[in-house]
């Protein structure tokens, strides 16, 4: 089964850049598209990435998706880090037979 | 604006059904999909299905199929999750998404999600 791992937490202090990985369990990663979705606790998801590296309008440019072959992942990245960028993220993408696979997800701690 | 509105809290106990509905307004609703997303409590979130909203055809997760049934009534731009017997591990958030579709496929894209519906099952 294709699975999708993440990093479970990841912290970083106020202005600077996070980076979260998505690492597929076996494939190509970038056969199919990756989405980013971001959870404050207590909210539905919303979506910050879609198709690998599109922002939904109202989505900061702060935000940035990736693909890197090479190493069968995907990256979500976060520059100019704010207290309200808190949150869980999920990426998803699809399996072999087009079935939805989400991530784990990695709370973001803006410390 | 596009918008996903789910029914109200329900619970349930075990061995019954729940469905939730998901009323979309804002765009029509034939050309889109509508899939199912659970996230149990400090879980991650799970796919369980969708449904094309033109034709109908559905495709269901490996892991519920046997147990979800998804339908919609195109007259209410209306999709409908359905689970049966529960247990006390289907405890959860219930999330209506919209996609879109290619081909015999539909994928998630830039789309709102519904405000979720708490599930609880309990005897």
């Known amino acids: 089964n294709f699975m999708l791992t993440q990093p479970h937490s990841v912290s970083e202090s106020p202005g600077k850049t996070v980076t979260i990985s998505c690492t597929g369990s076996s494939g190509s990663i970038g056969s199919n598209f990756v989405q980013w979705y971001q959870q404050r606790p207590g909210s539905a998801p919303t979506t910050v990435i879609y198709e690998n590296n599109h922002r939904p309008s109202g989505v900061p440019d702060r935000f940035s998706g990736s693909i890197d072959r090479s190493s069968n992942s995907a990256s979500l990245t976060i520059s100019g880090l704010k207290t309200e960028d808190e949150a869980d993220y999920y990426c998803?993408?699809?399996?072999?037979?087009?079935?939805?696979?989400f991530g784990g997800g990695t709370q973001l701690t803006v410390l | 604006q596009v918008q996903l509105v789910q029914s109200g809290a329900e619970v349930k106990k075990p061995g019954a059904s729940v469905k939730v509905s998901c009323k979309a307004s804002g765009y029509t609703f034939s050309n889109y999909a509508i899939h199912w997303v659970r996230q149990a409590p400090g879980q991650r979130l799970e796919w369980m299905g969708w449904?094309?909203?033109?034709?109908?055809?559905?495709k269901y997760s490996q892991k519920f199929q046997g147990r979800v049934t998804i339908t919609r009534d195109t007259s209410a731009s209306t999709a409908y999750m359905e689970l049966s017997s529960l247990r006390s591990e289907d405890m959860a958030l219930y999330y209506c998404v919209r996609g879109y579709c290619l081909s015999t496929t539909c994928f998630f894209g830039d789309d709102p999600w519904g405000q979720g519906t708490l599930v609880t099952v309990s005897s």
């Open positions: 998803q993408s699809y399996d072999t037979s087009n079935h939805v696979v």
């Open positions: 449904i094309n909203g033109g034709n109908g055809n559905t």
